[in-house]
């Protein structure tokens, strides 16, 4: 990131690509910028004229010109109205664009974060994207109308400084004086703000990430009876965060106080210079009128400039953080294959596959194994043994350091993502369920599904009499903010949405809680429907789900130790024989 702005040629480089990648969803909203152009090119040149009118009207009522005093205000009441009704415009089609382009750099943020590599999004925390979708995107999408309205308004200014120019050379000279002085200030506070900024957003993420944490696991702190330790680190946090902002604000107010005290004092030499030109006749009193009340435009021509140098700053910063997902290898994307498989078989092999989550910590240690489809396979072993790790893999969720892995007889690696995540369903112990309703639920993983093919697959995963039961049925909102259901029900809505999507493979993690019998009976009996017809893959914290598998493999320490069906592993392997007589007892 220093690198970025190692030198101002790079710099400037640096802006002129991050506009030209801003530009691109800007692009189609051509109409309402040149609009909202339009209108700000009148505002300015209202600007530019309003104060002359109104110096005249002064000179017309110190004068006693009444008639002409009439005339001037009904010109500027003209003025007004229209400055009114251009800045009605202006500020209605920015508000289009501007809106406009947000969503589409919203969008793109939020698909290129769906492509990052599982493996990337483990080590950032939620603070990062979120931050960066909702914030620095916001920031991006003023960037064209903030230039557009810098530069008119700087137009208009350098305009009334070449009208000063024409009045009083000396003014001039005091007004160049004055503007450089203001712009050096300006610049050292530009340079220190955006310095805490910078830190502020890294803070701000942290934050962000530890209050969405906060609000998805609220349940799991209370009962892990963590709220101090939690508070602790929130308190910590939001104080780094708040140091910050404090630290932002103190700049901000020391820098307006030396702005503002430099003003004033500058606006006393200005009366002061005014005096001495007017008792030695270079200067008439009217001339001096005018140029006093554009005196506040001409300031504003650095304001301005600074502004626009702030922002423009604060510009790159959100775009560099922005495009960094966007199309950087800061965030490592998912990579596929080309090859396009509409209905895979559900064979699938894993050969001598290795995998490490960290450097040097291989959780998967030469796995090798074959698996003929609408066979059900059951993986067994102590947790922690690498079971979740080779389904992660056959979803190619990572990557394998080693080995290869095949579904019907193609590496994976040259699959698109459509052949191998459309082709598996992956029931996990805790399925995530969308905020929806449960007919919602479904047509979030198939678009077109219909009524019936919903109602058939809750049908097999014996969830229809459950679901008729709710007074809205199919309509009940479930998850965060509707009904919550139980581990058992919200497993078996998965199952359901795997049955929905007709996928060839699904892997079922089973749940490891204590489910009753009757729920835990309920799923089995929803996977026993589907044996035979599907190529269904099962981790199992008991065996008496294992019994009726065509393969069972042990798991251990990332490697294979055992396979065979039940009555094979029961005669020939201790482990497991030991395994199984345990469990009888706890019966
Ligand atoms: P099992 O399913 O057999 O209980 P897992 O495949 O979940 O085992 O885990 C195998 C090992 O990998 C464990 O030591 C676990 O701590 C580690 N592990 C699992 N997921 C991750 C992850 N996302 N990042 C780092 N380590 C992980």
């Known amino acids: 990131m220093t690198k970025y702005y190692s030198n101002n040629k790079e710099k400037r480089h640096k802006t002129w690509d991050n506009l030209k990648k801003t530009y691109k969803y800007a692009k189609k909203q051509n109409k309402e910028f040149i609009l909202y152009f339009i209108f700000n090119i009148l505002l300015a040149v209202i600007g530019a004229i309003a104060p002359m009118f109104s110096a005249k009207q002064l000179l017309k009522l110190t004068d006693g010109l009444l008639n002409e005093l009439f005339l001037f205000t009904i010109v500027i009441l003209v003025i007004e109205l229209s400055r009114n009704l251009c800045h009605f415009l202006a500020r209605k089609y920015s508000q289009i664009f501007a809106a406009e382009v947000l969503k589409k750099i919203q969008i793109d943020v939020a698909r290129e974060v769906l492509k990052i590599e599982t493996s990337d999004l483990d080590k950032?925390?939620?603070?990062?994207?979120?931050?960066?979708?909702?914030?620095?995107?916001?920031?991006?999408?003023?960037?064209?109308?903030?230039?557009?309205?810098?530069?008119?308004?700087?137009?208009?200014?350098?305009?009334?400084?070449?009208?000063?120019?024409?009045?009083?050379?000396?003014?001039?000279?005091?007004?160049?004086?004055?503007?450089?002085?203001?712009?050096?200030?300006?610049?050292?506070?530009?340079?220190?703000?955006?310095?805490?900024?910078?830190?502020?957003?890294?803070?701000?993420?942290?934050?962000?990430?530890?209050?969405?944490?906060?609000?998805?696991?609220?349940?799991?702190?209370?009962?892990?009876?963590?709220?101090?330790?939690?508070?602790?680190?929130?308190?910590?946090?939001?104080?780094n965060l708040n140091d910050e902002r404090y630290n932002m604000g103190k700049i901000r107010r020391t820098y307006s106080l030396l702005n503002g005290s430099v003003r004033d004092i500058l606006d006393f030499v200005l009366i002061?210079?005014?005096?001495?030109?007017?008792?030695?006749?270079?200067?008439?009193?009217?001339?001096?009128?005018?140029?006093?009340?554009?005196?506040?435009?001409?300031?504003?021509?650095?304001?301005?400039?600074?502004?626009?140098?702030?922002?423009?700053?604060?510009?790159?910063?959100?775009?560099?953080?922005?495009?960094?997902?966007?199309?950087?290898?800061?965030?490592?994307?998912?990579?596929?294959?080309?090859?396009?498989?509409?209905?895979?078989?559900?064979?699938?092999?894993?050969?001598?596959?290795?995998?490490?989550?960290?450097?040097?910590?291989?959780?998967?240690?030469?796995?090798?194994?074959?698996?003929?489809?609408?066979?059900?396979?059951?993986?067994?072993?102590?947790?922690?043994?690498?079971?979740?790790?080779?389904?992660?893999?056959?979803?190619?969720?990572?990557?394998?350091?080693?080995?290869?892995?095949?579904?019907?007889?193609?590496?994976?690696?040259?699959?698109?993502?459509?052949?191998?995540?459309?082709?598996?369903?992956?029931?996990?112990?805790?399925?995530?369920?969308?905020?929806?309703?449960?007919r919602d639920n479904f047509k979030i993983v198939k678009k077109d599904i219909t009524d019936e093919e919903i109602i058939d697959a809750c049908k097999s995963a014996k969830l229809h009499d459950f679901i008729m039961s709710l007074p809205d049925g199919y309509d009940t909102l479930v998850g965060e903010g509707g009904l919550t259901l139980s581990g058992g029900q919200r497993q078996r809505l998965s199952i359901a949405r795997a049955l929905a999507q007709k996928t060839e493979i699904i892997l079922f993690d089973e749940a490891t809680s204590a489910l009753d019998n009757e729920t835990q009976q309920g799923i089995q009996d929803a996977i026993n429907e589907m044996k035979n017809e599907y190529t269904i893959l099962i981790i199992a914290h008991r065996l008496s789900t294992v019994i009726n598998s065509d393969l069972i493999m042990m798991v251990d320490d990332g490697k294979i130790v055992a396979t065979g069906t039940h009555e094979e592993l029961l005669e020939n392997n201790k482990d497991y024989k030991k395994i199984y007589n345990m469990e009888l007892r706890k019966r």
């Open 124 to 239: 950032k925390s939620s603070g990062v994207f979120i931050d960066r979708l909702i914030k620095d995107t916001g920031r991006i999408a003023d960037i064209f109308l903030d230039l557009n309205m810098s530069i008119t308004d700087f137009i208009t200014n350098l305009g009334i400084l070449f009208a000063v120019f024409m009045i009083s050379k000396l003014l001039f000279l005091f007004y160049i004086i004055s503007i450089v002085i203001i712009f050096v200030l300006e610049k050292i506070r530009i340079s220190e703000y955006i310095k805490a900024d910078k830190k502020y957003r890294k803070h701000a993420e942290v934050a962000t990430g530890l209050i969405s944490e906060l609000v998805r696991g609220v349940r799991d702190v209370k009962v892990l009876n963590a709220e101090e330790p939690f508070m602790e680190k929130i308190s910590k946090d939001v104080s």
């Open 272 to 438: 002061v210079l005014a005096i001495v030109l007017i008792t030695n006749n270079y200067l008439t009193i009217s001339n001096f009128v005018i140029v006093y009340m554009y005196r506040g435009k001409i300031f504003n021509l650095l304001t301005l400039t600074s502004q626009l140098l702030e922002w423009i700053k604060d510009f790159n910063l959100s775009a560099e953080r922005v495009f960094e997902i966007i199309d950087s290898d800061v965030f490592k994307k998912e990579k596929f294959g080309t090859k396009h498989i509409d209905q895979i078989k559900g064979d699938f092999e894993f050969k001598n596959v290795h995998f490490s989550y960290k450097d040097n910590q291989e959780v998967l240690k030469g796995i090798s194994f074959k698996i003929k489809h609408n066979q059900t396979v059951s993986f067994v072993g102590k947790s922690g043994a690498g079971k979740s790790t080779i389904f992660s893999l056959l979803a190619k969720l990572y990557v394998p350091d080693k080995g290869n892995i095949f579904i019907d007889g193609i590496n994976i690696n040259e699959l698109d993502c459509e052949s191998i995540r459309g082709n598996i369903s992956i029931i996990t112990q805790n399925p995530y369920i969308f905020n929806l309703t449960i």
